[in-house]
């Protein structure tokens, strides 16, 4: 079914757990100066995008160089044979073609640099920009950014757009400078989830859970039960990094401040959209100490022992843990490994809560303030994040699964964690980052006073949220 524009922007879609979306059909071009005014008039209901012509113009987007966090590259030179990059290429020549643009890429290791030295200067030098989330806050402190709900032609309520996600980044009621969507996974990639041994599994006599997390009673508490059912010494005399005992979870303590941060908003919004450093109260505490539970004590979570954060993807690939807590882009280094694998989301603390996916540092879409092609420029956003919901996500899902063969088990759990991408704004626009990467740590080694923390950082992360919302303010 192919949506038309005005059903596309009167709703908000959340896939479900069975779906992968498939509602744009590429192929539907309109012919220039062809057919009576009825046929045209039919064209365009089906196809917001049809008879566009853009005139040839040049579309600027700029983003880090090479692969940042996982995120793919927004544009290559070639078909290279790598599924993805070929979904991205084939995406932008097909959208090329049928508004008649140009899109040139800069890739630049100091884009951040570039981007505001020539907004500084008053420069039209881009059109969109892929900024790691870090940066956001000191941007609009800097008035890099256009506000988003400005562009007129971006329809912001339709599927291709993570409506949800972009809706808790608002401030003020009407100020959005970032936006995630289909366009570019780098939100979804971000987003914290779990891996898991298929075949120690089912060693250990348990059924694979996803039966458990379609059923929603993929907990904390199930969660434990595998983790402990499976955890085994192997004739060690206690746990540790070295030897051959199996743990509980392989990860480190970046990736339990993430998948914290599920757990409730820190920072929230008063009636007139203003964020405030809410504290903890009580159902924020109790999932904490949860949390703690879960992830400390002997032989429940190692990172690998070595000095780098990544040394816990090694000792997972070594077989030395059921579950790795990590980025869903990390899980592709996962693909060479003997074993199987499968994909979950973090667990809900209750059975009757919704599953929760929180993500890191991630490169999320934005505009640049001097963009004198506002229209243009919301329009081509659209256009692309329209095709991509279907053409390259997909592609996308199927690259994670195990060794690029398409897993519907997994493609639905991807679904699920997609479904429920938090958008905390403390950890989004960094007001919260050190609070939470020092929690992290502490957790793990079950020393973590959830109230102590609060009350000990809560006055730096307010005076950081008034620092960010007094240039908003004027």
Same mark, same amino acid.
């Given at each position: 079914?192919?949506?038309?524009?005005? =059903?596309? *922007?009167?709703?908000?879609?959340?896939?479900?757990?069975?779906?992968?979306?498939?509602?744009?059909?590429?192929?539907?071009?309109?012919?220039?100066?062809?057919?009576?005014?009825?046929?045209?008039?039919?064209? =365009?209901?089906?196809?917001?995008?049809?008879?566009?012509?853009?005139?040839?113009?040049?579309?600027?987007?700029?983003?880090?160089?090479?692969?940042?966090?996982? !995120?793919?590259? $927004?544009?290559?030179?070639?078909?290279?044979?790598?599924?993805? /990059?070929?979904?991205?290429? !084939?995406?932008?020549? &097909?959208?090329?073609?049928?508004?008649?643009?140009?899109?040139?890429?800069?890739?630049?290791?100091?884009?951040?640099?570039?981007? /505001?030295?020539?907004?500084?200067?008053?420069?039209? +030098?881009?059109?969109?920009?892929?900024?790691?989330?870090? %940066?956001?806050?000191?941007?609009?402190?800097?008035?890099? @950014?256009?506000?988003?709900?400005?562009?007129?032609?971006?329809?912001?309520?339709?599927?291709?757009?993570?409506?949800? $996600?972009?809706?808790?980044?608002?401030? #003020?009621?009407?100020?959005?400078?970032?936006?995630?969507?289909?366009?570019?996974?780098?939100? @979804?990639?971000?987003?914290?989830?779990? +891996?898991?041994?298929?075949?120690?599994?089912?060693?250990?006599?348990?059924?694979?859970?996803?039966?458990?997390?379609?059923?929603?009673?993929?907990?904390?508490?199930?969660?434990?039960?595998? +983790?402990? &059912? *499976? /955890?085994? %010494?192997?004739?060690?005399?206690?746990?540790?990094?070295?030897?051959?005992?199996?743990?509980?979870?392989?990860?480190?303590?970046?990736?339990?401040?993430v998948a914290a941060i599920a757990a409730g908003q820190i920072v929230q919004l008063d009636e007139n959209?203003?964020?405030?450093?809410?504290?903890?109260?009580?159902?924020?505490?109790?999932?904490?100490?949860?949390?703690?539970?879960?992830?400390?004590?002997?032989?429940?979570?190692?990172?690998?022992?070595?000095?780098?954060?990544?040394?816990?993807?090694?000792?997972?690939?070594?077989?030395?843990?059921?579950?790795?807590?990590?980025?869903?882009?990390?899980?592709?280094?996962?693909?060479?490994?003997? +074993?199987?694998?499968?994909?979950?989301?973090?667990?809900?603390?209750?059975?009757?809560?919704?599953?929760?996916?929180?993500?890191?540092?991630?490169?999320? @879409?934005?505009?640049?303030?001097? #963009?004198?092609?506002?229209?243009? !420029?919301?329009?081509?956003?659209?256009? %692309?994040?329209?095709?991509?919901?279907?053409?390259?996500?997909?592609?996308?899902?199927?690259?994670?699964?195990?060794?690029?063969?398409?897993?519907?088990?997994?493609?639905?759990? %991807?679904?699920?964690?997609?479904?429920?991408?938090?958008?905390?704004?403390?950890?989004?626009?960094?007001w919260t980052v050190q609070f939470l990467d020092g929690i992290g740590d502490k957790l793990i080694k079950?020393?973590? #006073?959830?109230?102590?923390?609060?009350?000990?950082?809560?006055?730096?992360?307010?005076?950081?949220?008034?620092?960010?919302?007094?240039?908003? #303010?004027?």
């Open positions: 079914m192919i949506l038309s524009y005005a =059903a596309a *922007c009167g709703q908000t879609h959340q896939p479900s757990a069975n779906e992968v979306i498939h509602n744009f059909n590429p192929d539907t071009t309109a012919s220039d100066n062809v057919g009576t005014a009825a046929e045209t008039e039919s064209e =365009a209901a089906e196809d917001p995008f049809a008879g566009i012509d853009m005139g040839g113009m040049e579309f600027r987007v700029i983003q880090t160089e090479g692969v940042s966090f996982g !995120t793919p590259e $927004f544009d290559f030179d070639s078909l290279s044979g790598d599924s993805v /990059q070929d979904a991205i290429y !084939t995406r932008n020549r &097909t959208m090329e073609e049928k508004l008649n643009f140009k899109l040139v890429l800069t890739q630049n290791s100091d884009y951040g640099g570039v981007v /505001q030295r020539s907004v500084q200067a008053g420069e039209d +030098a881009y059109d969109a920009v892929f900024n790691v989330s870090d %940066l956001t806050a000191s941007w609009i402190a800097s008035g890099i @950014l256009y506000n988003m709900l400005d562009i007129p032609t971006i329809s912001y309520d339709a599927p291709w757009w993570d409506t949800e $996600f972009n809706n808790g980044l608002i401030l #003020n009621k009407n100020h959005l400078y970032q936006m995630s969507g289909s366009i570019s996974p780098g939100v @979804l990639i971000r987003s914290v989830a779990l +891996a898991f041994r298929t075949g120690t599994v089912k060693d250990n006599g348990l059924d694979l859970p996803y039966d458990l997390v379609r059923e929603g009673k993929w907990t904390y508490d199930e969660m434990d039960r595998y +983790a402990r &059912t *499976c /955890q085994n %010494l192997n004739g060690e005399s206690s746990y540790a990094t070295s030897g051959q005992s199996f743990w509980g979870y392989a990860t480190f303590g970046g990736w339990i401040s959209g203003i964020p405030y450093f809410a504290g903890a109260d009580e159902a924020l505490v109790s999932a904490y100490e949860r949390m703690q539970q879960s992830f400390s004590g002997d032989g429940m979570t190692s990172n690998g022992g070595g000095d780098y954060a990544s040394d816990y993807i090694a000792f997972y690939k070594d077989n030395r843990a059921l579950f790795m807590v990590s980025a869903i882009g990390n899980m592709i280094y996962l693909r060479d490994m003997d +074993a199987e694998y499968g994909i979950l989301p973090m667990p809900k603390f209750t059975e009757d809560g919704r599953y929760l996916n929180s993500l890191g540092s991630s490169y999320i @879409l934005g505009v640049p303030a001097t #963009n004198t092609r506002i229209d243009e !420029t919301g329009t081509i956003l659209d256009c %692309l994040g329209r095709y991509s919901m279907d053409n390259v996500i997909p592609v996308y899902y199927d690259s994670l699964c195990y060794r690029g063969m398409r897993d519907n088990d997994s493609i639905e759990m %991807l679904n699920i964690i997609n479904a429920g991408l938090v958008s905390d704004l403390g950890r989004f626009y960094g079950g020393k973590l #006073n959830v109230v102590s923390e609060m009350e000990k950082n809560g006055p730096r992360i307010q005076k950081s949220i008034d620092k960010t919302m007094a240039e908003i #303010n004027g």
